[in-house]
């Protein structure tokens, strides 16, 4: 495992979905991990990252709706995402940052009605 991320879907809009990602110990240890999306014909943007202590950071555009968290004993990313948006559909992916490693299978997200 590289970088795996799972639990994607179809939601409602107004719905939640919590994603999950594995890891790499050569990856994650140490590292802030990011929470990455691209969506349909979009460029891949960061959406949060959570340093190896917990340090949160949100994009603008998830902020109140998106929470991050991190099992370093498992080297797993937990994103919560709530009170989804037909914007937030996407391809979903975990990676460090700033420096990132190969892009690994990222799951997708559909929010629409």
């Known amino acids: 495992v590289q970088l795996q991320a799972s639990g994607g879907g179809l939601v409602q809009p107004g719905g939640s979905l919590r994603l999950s990602c594995a890891a790499s110990a050569n990856i994650f240890t140490g590292s802030v991990m990011g929470w990455y999306r691209q969506a349909p014909g979009e460029q891949r943007e960061l959406v949060a990252r959570?340093?190896?202590?917990?340090?949160?950071h949100y994009s603008e555009s998830v902020k109140g709706r998106f929470t991050v968290s991190r099992d370093n004993a498992k080297n797993m990313l937990y994103p919560q995402m709530n009170s989804l948006k037909p914007e937030d559909t996407a391809i979903y992916y975990c990676?460090?940052?700033?420096?990132?490693?190969?892009w690994g299978q990222g799951t997708e997200v559909t929010v629409s009605s």
């Open positions: 990676n460090a940052y700033p420096m990132t490693f190969s």
């Open positions: 959570i340093s190896s202590g917990g340090i949160l």
